[in-house]
């Protein structure tokens, strides 16, 4: 390739920009970081506050903390009003913006979602990915399955705090109502099972899981008082043991984003084997369609946990594929991009 060949696809301008834009994510991580460290939410939470009051109530030195502010109004976090008297400027007055409202609970506080997002971020982010890629011996962050009962407990926690999200999905592109008996093959994500079996009381419900995910799982329902509602069944999800057989539908939920495609496929004939003619597949997950920022940084953050590959997340187009050749023909698919990152696939068998 010729040193100009680049100028047949993009002009001076747009390859700036992209330049730029690449430069930019970078500088929006850690005025994010210093935002949240600060806690300038929680300060400006009751109304809006001049710079000299803000610098004061952080104690950081006004002059640099006035060329914060203007960056975080770049940013769109915070929005600047100039309190003037006859020509001259008197004070900046800056207030929280709508888009920072929306990513903060009341007072100013992060949900613990992000919270831990960031603190993942962040402890990824420490490491020298040069000596990572040269073979730095490093601290697992994500080891899967969990090897004890405490990593499962932060698994299962992590998968809590969004399953409100995920039920509400399956709601909405899924009518469980002509489904009457159930299984859900949940992964760490038994939290789903606990919901559809409190929402659909007729529907016969059946959790198979991995034995330290089922033993987490029975305690939780007991002390939700889902006991007796939800059959635990115990199994190896990678290894050979058959799902159970006999279900009007198969769910699997957020299982098939961490693995790759073999293993899927692995798991999709196991699906089609335990079900028969007139059964239904139903799969949510995040789809790399419409969700390219997010899988991005979670293909990032899996660059320090050598427990897992590479290219997890999947498009329809290859969940299709997968489908097709474990037996099954595509019939639904739902999405949401303006309110959720999941996609629903419903397929039944060829």
């Known amino acids: 390739m010729n040193p100009g060949d680049w100028k047949e696809h993009l002009t001076p301008r747009k390859r700036d920009d992209l330049y730029e ?16 460290d600060l806690n300038l939410g929680a300060v400006l939470w009751e109304g809006p506050l001049g710079a000299a009051d803000i610098a004061r109530k952080l104690v950081l030195q006004p002059f640099r903390a006035r060329k914060w502010l203007n960056v975080l109004c770049l940013l769109g976090l915070i929005e600047k009003k100039l309190v003037r008297q006859g020509t001259d400027i008197i004070e900046e007055v800056y207030s929280l913006t709508a888009l920072a409202r929306s990513l903060f609970k009341e007072k100013g506080r992060l949900p613990l979602y992000y919270g831990n997002k960031i603190a993942y971020w962040k402890k990824a982010a420490s490491y020298n990915i040069n000596e990572v890629l040269q073979g730095k ?21 992590w998968m809590k705090m969004t399953a409100d999200l995920v039920l509400d999905t399956l709601q909405k592109a899924v009518d469980f109502r002509q489904y009457p008996t159930l299984l859900h093959v949940a992964g760490g994500d038994s939290a789903i099972t606990h919901r559809i079996a409190q929402c659909y009381p007729d529907m016969s419900v059946t959790l198979f899981n991995q034995p330290v995910f089922a033993y987490l799982a029975r305690k939780e329902m007991d002390k939700e008082g889902n006991g007796g509602k939800v059959s635990v069944v115990e199994g190896d999800l990678e290894g050979d043991d058959n799902l159970p057989e006999g279900f009007s539908a198969v769910l699997w939920t957020r299982v098939f984003s961490d693995l790759p495609d073999d293993a899927v496929l692995h798991l999709m004939k196991k699906t089609r084997k335990s079900i028969g003619s007139d059964g239904r597949v139903i799969i949510c997950e995040t789809m790399l369609d419409g969700n390219e920022d997010f899988v991005l940084t979670c293909e990032f953050n899996y660059l320090f946990a050598d427990d897992l590959k590479a290219g997890l997340f999947k498009s329809k187009e290859r969940y299709e594929r997968l489908l097709t050749e474990a037996g099954f023909k595509v019939t639904d698919f739902w999405e949401s991009r303006d309110e959720v990152m999941y996609g629903v696939i419903t397929a039944d068998p060829i």
């Open 137 to 157: 011996d490093l601290p697992q962050i994500v080891k899967w399955p969990p090897q004890t009962i405490k990593q499962a407990k932060a698994f299962t926690a």
């Open 21 to 36: 834009h690449l430069l930019a994510g970078g500088a929006k991580i850690r005025l994010l970081e210093s935002f949240i």
